[in-house]
């Protein structure tokens, strides 16, 4: 009697079928433009909550596709993961497409296992700072730079001066700092299976083949695929979306200042993306 009523119902009223909940993350990370937000805490944590809150789901998968970015916003986002799959006793699953390198890929560590695509790029566990210098450009232009400070080196790495050595060193104090905490929470993350390649924290980036002999990834699949394998053919997949407004909306008031930020910004993430071949 209780198959027959089920048949005569909506195939997702009673269904047995487990509901696997998908939170996506794509997108340079803390790089922010009028009309393209870029991904941070800020712009993933109501997903990642109303993911984690289906109780009856198994587990809650990440979808990356990122080239990094901002340090912090990674290890913020990271951070939430863990916490949530700790709090409710979820584990989690991610899954690379095109790209999970430097920020992408340590938001990739939060999971308890990562799948790649054979031939997405995964790695690139390194920190760079990138920038230009227009000091002989400002001088061709006759343009005098005027800058006040408090404090002797308050103006360090200005563009438009000449750049120092003792300024470079800082920098590269702060970089280094920075590459031992990611570095860290790989090992944390990843434990033995990692290989002891000495490239391996170099900054290189790997196609998710070779990552996984690496030991970056865990397999080689995508989401649907093994989640039907792990979950079985009835798996419904429920991708949690954030709020977002229309384009237009933002657009409102753009003025010059802004449409320069735009600019920048779209060129900064395009300059992400493009150093991994895409």
Do not use: C
């Not at 009523?5 to 790089?31: D, E, M, N, Q």
């Not at 990674?74 to 409710?88: C, F, G, N, P």
């Not at 560590?109 to 566990?125: L, N």
């Not at 080689?220 to 979306?241: H, K, N, P, Q, Y």
């Amino acid at each position: 009697m209780l198959d027959r009523l089920r048949a005569l119902l909506p195939g997702w009223f009673g269904s047995k079928a487990v509901t696997l909940p998908v939170v996506r993350i794509s997108g340079a990370i803390g790089i922010n433009a009028p009309l393209r937000p870029g991904v941070s805490l800020a712009s993933v944590a109501g997903p990642l909550e109303r993911a984690f809150a289906i109780k009856t789901a198994p587990a809650v998968a990440i979808l990356i596709n990122s080239p990094g970015g901002s340090p912090v916003q990674s290890h913020l986002i990271h951070r939430r993961i863990r916490a949530l799959s700790q709090e409710k006793g979820k584990p989690v699953l991610a899954f690379v497409e095109d790209v999970a390198a430097s920020g992408g890929y340590m938001i990739a560590v939060a999971a308890d296992e990562i799948y790649a695509d054979p031939s997405s790029v995964v790695g690139s566990i390194g920190v760079v700072s990138q920038g230009f210098g227009f000091v002989g450009l400002i001088d061709r232009l006759g343009i005098e730079r005027r800058v006040h400070t408090a404090g002797t080196r308050k103006a360090i790495l200005d563009p438009f001066r000449p750049e120092q050595p003792d300024d470079v060193a800082h920098l590269k104090t702060l970089q280094a700092d920075i590459h031992e905490d990611f570095r860290a929470l790989v090992r944390e993350r990843r434990g033995a299976i990692l290989s002891d390649d000495p490239d391996l924290f170099s900054g290189l980036f790997w196609t998710g083949r070779t990552g996984l002999s690496l030991g970056l990834v865990d397999g080689l699949s995508d989401l649907r695929t093994l989640a039907r394998e792990r979950f079985g053919d009835a798996v419904r997949l429920r991708v949690i979306s954030g709020e977002r407004g229309f384009p237009w909306r933002r657009a409102r008031g753009l003025g010059i200042e802004a449409a320069v930020g735009e600019t920048l910004g779209v060129l900064e993430e395009r300059a992400l993306w493009s150093r991994y071949g895409l």
